[in-house]
Every structure is written in C-alpha cells, then in structure tokens.
C-alpha cells in the first residue's frame, strides 16, 4: 500500500520504518531534511512538502508536537489538503486537542477525506519495537480499513469512540500517568523522611494494590535520580495544557491534574524540561528543602 | 506453636482461622464475645482479655482499628503487657502510627518483648485467602522466627527496616492507593464529560504506563457505580490522618496526600463512611454537579 509519513521526530522516524519494513511503499516527509536520509536509505520515497507526499498515499500519517502543527501539515501552504486525493484516509497520531481533532475531521471530511485521531502511548522504546499502544477515535469502517497498518506499529489497539475518542482517551491517559508520578513521589519521599529505604517500600508497594507500571519504571528512576527521557516534561506539560483548557471549556474540576501541572510548571521554570517527567519528585523534594 | 490473636474483625477473624488451620493452638480474644464463636468451634481457645491469651502463648497477633486501640490492648487494664512472658514477640498488624509503633516496641523492649509492626494490604478477600501483602519493620532475628507464621497469612512479605518501617511503608501505599484512585477517577470523569466511553478509556489505559491495580479493580467499581468495600472510606481517612500528621511532625509537604484527604473528608461529611475509598469518584463528580 501507498503511505505518506509527516513528521519524522523521536516518534515519526521508527514508526515510518516499521511501515516500510512491513512491505509498504513509505513517502515521507520531514521539516528537517535530513530527518529524511535513514528512511530514503532503507527504501521510503523523501518529499518536499506534506502535500507532494499526500498526492502519492492512500492513508496519510501525521506525528507532530501539538495542534497548531498539525493544523499546518493538514491545512497550511503545501499541506496534506492540497494533494490528498478523495477516499484518502489521515490518521493523526499527534497527541493533540480533542476538540480541535473534531474541527479538523469535519473540514476534512467536506473535501472527502476520512480521517482518524490515533494517539499513541509507550514512547520512542514502543516507537522502535512495534508495541505502542494506540487509542483510535473516528468511523468503525475507517479503523477497520487502517487496523492492519495500526497492526505493524503497535500492540494494544483500542477504538474507543467518534472522532476526538482516541484523544481524550490519550488525555485521560496523561492524567493518570502525571498523578501516579506526584503519588509514587510523595510515598518515596515520605518514606526517606521516615529513615525508611525507598527502594524497600516500593518492593512491598509493588505487591498490593499500591501497584502500578509507574511505581515500577517511573518509581526505579526516582531511586535511582536518573532523569534521563522517557517522556520529556515540556511534552507532559503541554498534554496536561490540553487536558485543563477542555476541562476549563467543559466546567469540569479536576483539581488533582492542576496540582499535578503546577508541579510540570515548575520543573520548566526550573529548566528541566527536558528531564523525564518522573522529576516530578524533584519539585516535591525542594518543595521541602531536600 | 501456641499463638495469641487479638481483634477478631472482618481482618482478625480468617487471620486466627488460617493460623488455627496450620495447625498451630490459637488463643483467641476479641472485645465481642460473638466474635470468637467460629474460632472456638474450628478448635481455638476463647480468652477473656488479652492478658489471658498473651500469657499462653509465644507469639502474640494484635489487629486492631487505630492507634489507642493497640495502646489498649498492650498496655491497658488486662492488657498484653500483664500477661506476656518475657522472650515472647508481639506482632501488631494493625494499621497504627510509626512514631508510635517506634514508642510500643521500646516499652515492650523494656520488658523483655519484642515487637514487630507488620502491617497489611489486601484486604478481607486477602485475609481470608492468606494472600495479603505484609510489611515488616522490626529486628532481623525476630523477623525470621515470625516468617513462618507470616507465610500462613500473605505472599508479599517484605522486611522494610527496624521498629515502624511496616508501618511506614504501609503509610506510603494509602498514600499512592489514594491519589491513583483521585487519578483514575478524574480520568474516567474527564472522559465521561466528554461523550467518551469510559470502559473503552479504562480498557485503553490498562495496555499501557497508566496500568495499575487501581485502574483495573477500583476503576470498575467506578464504572459500575458500586461502592460496596472493599477498604472503608473511613479508615482510609485514618490512615491519611496518620500520614499527614507524620509529615506534620516532619515539616514535610504532601500536596497530593492533602488533596486525596479532603476528598475523603468530604465523603465522611456525606455519611458515605462506609463505601469503599474507590468513592472518590462520587466527591469528583458532584463537585462539578454530576
């Protein structure tokens, strides 16, 4: 099959790859050029514009950073709109407004292109190994006819609803993921305070109720003071953005997620949005003078 | 092995059983008389105080509600304490204060007892299955003359540190118990306000980083609007009561903690004491009038 890629970041470039290694015929196109030269040396097609790639490409993927980007690829000057044919399909894996997402889908859909949003979960590792987890949004018929390229890049595949589903399922997603950090910081900090070993606590916590995939990946880095990305902070704080500006449109409280925010606010003013947001127990422990 | 247990609650009760069941002689004691009465008939021994079945025995079990309770019961009028030989070991599995704890195994020193806090996770359903995650702080000899008897009652159990550590590390997971249930439940929330499933939500989120025990036991509590415990709101509310007060001894900020405790405030101040904690939900969704 004919696939254009649009955005060839952390995420964009591994899973062009996998497509191309699937046996498809892969037309990329990146900001970057040279984001470009690893996928047209094992085979895809580079483009000059999301709009030349489009024109080749019966399903059209985006990856990109955030909704006004996405609006450019699909609507700015040279974008998907001016080359995808009618009954083309555009999977939006961005993480990126639920409702913008919607807005998006009618316009396309006045030009006769389909479209679903597909945001993913488990970061540049599930990119690389084909086991993401993806949250689907959009019509059956659509996911159905996309459910096999989705096959390639990921492993726990849920269509969750209409058009925005996948994203507010991938909102909801950030929502856990920030306060399950916040708790697993609080615990381990409280246990230190305690004279008690952190390390021991999360043993005993990881076999109850207290469980958690965070306590485990997210809680070891805490232990361990290792940063290192996983998934940046600046990132985290831009979902949890969207997450607060919905819930602000909707007159919904989520006091947990804007306390959670203001601790990703934090770390930015601190400069450290470049740090896995598991440094969240960073702003607890200063909090505190530790 | 002669063993004494004390506070025959839903806890207490298949605790003593699966001790008795072991084939040890179980000396039982419990404020109501009542509840002894399946324990004397599966072979156990009904005591008067605890004074009477601690001086039977090698061990002593203590499961009782909160902190003045196992004040009372090992030092009060017919307490432990007046009946324990010197070289016995008492083992409180209640959910009490650290600072406290570190204060009864002192005294208990001082008279020739040891002491191991060993607090619990799991609840009723792990009590009765003798699966229960239990947290031992305490010295090390003492702890590998109780294993064995702590092998009859849970699968998880983990030596965390000296006098208190069990029941700090117990502190810690109501700790992150809590705020992954507010998580969850903001989550599940958001996803409703937004005309999204939130069973396809939860299915979604349990593929990836924000799986957890609480996402997958207390999320379908959430989605099937039964609150039936479970663990009582209450006696979480407790527990975050001794944490909180632990950190305010500390000079420590628990921001999140504090959130989840009003949270749980408010459902006591709703008479909803009795409902599982996973009612968390209930506070986040009237508060936005759903």
């Known amino acids: 099959m004919h696939i254009a890629f649009i955005g060839l970041g952390i995420m964009g470039r591994p899973m062009a ?11 990329v196109h990146g ?38 980007d996405v609006e450019q690829v699909l609507f700015g000057a040279n974008g998907v709109v001016h080359g995808a044919k009618p009954g083309s399909v555009v999977v939006d894996m961005s993480t990126i407004s639920p409702s913008a997402t919607r807005r998006f889908a009618e316009d396309l859909g006045a030009r006769g292109i389909a479209m679903l949003d597909a945001p993913v979960s488990g970061g540049d590792v599930g990119a690389i190994n084909g086991t993401l987890s993806i949250m689907v949004g959009g019509k059956p018929e659509i996911f159905e006819k996309v459910q096999p390229l989705f ?108 306390l959670a925010m203001q601790h990703l606010n934090a770390l930015l003013g601190a400069d450290e949005g470049e740090l896995d947001s598991a440094a969240i127990m960073k702003v607890v422990q200063r909090m505190s003078g530790l």
């Open 17 to 27: 790859m996998n497509l191309q290694r699937a046996g498809h015929r892969v037309h």
């Open 151 to 258: 096959a390639v890049l990921g492993k726990n595949i849920v269509h969750v609803g209409d058009h925005g589903a996948g994203q507010v399922a991938k909102a909801c997603n950030q929502i856990v993921v920030a306060l399950t950090i916040e708790a697993v910081a609080e615990a381990l900090t409280f246990a230190r305070q305690n004279d008690v070993d952190p390390a021991k606590v999360r043993a005993a916590l990881l076999g109850g109720f207290a469980a958690s995939r965070i306590l485990e990946v997210h809680g070891q880095r805490m232990l361990d003071d290792n940063y290192q990305p996983g998934f940046k902070t600046r990132l985290h704080q831009k979902d949890l953005n969207i997450v607060l500006q919905s819930a602000f449109e909707l007159g919904l409280a989520l006091p947990g997620t804007a």
């Open 31 to 68: 900001r970057r050029p040279e984001s470009m030269t690893p996928l047209v040396q094992a085979g895809c097609t580079a483009c000059d514009s999301a709009q030349v790639a489009a024109a080749q490409a019966e399903i059209i993927f985006t990856m990109v950073s955030d909704t006004p």
